[in-house]
């Protein structure tokens, strides 16, 4: 999974390795660390990478390559 990881494009790669550390996405919280605030992107934008990361690292893992 970690050598699937590392072949995403940087932006899915990071948003991946966040999520993982417990960042969430967005907080009503305004001094929360968040990844669309550490990112500079809307809510929208982030999940939208995240689900194209899971979408390729599931098709990465089903096929057994890594890229």
Known sequence: LN???????IEQRTIV???GNNIPID??????????KTLGRSEKTI?????QAYLA???MLKKGKVL
């Open 27 to 36: 907080s009503k919280d305004p001094s929360a660390v968040t990844i669309a």
């Open 17 to 19: 390795e966040m999520i």
């Open 47 to 51: 999940r939208l990478h995240r689900d």
């Open 3 to 9: 050598e699937a990881i590392k072949s995403l494009p």
């Open 57 to 59: 690292l599931e098709t």
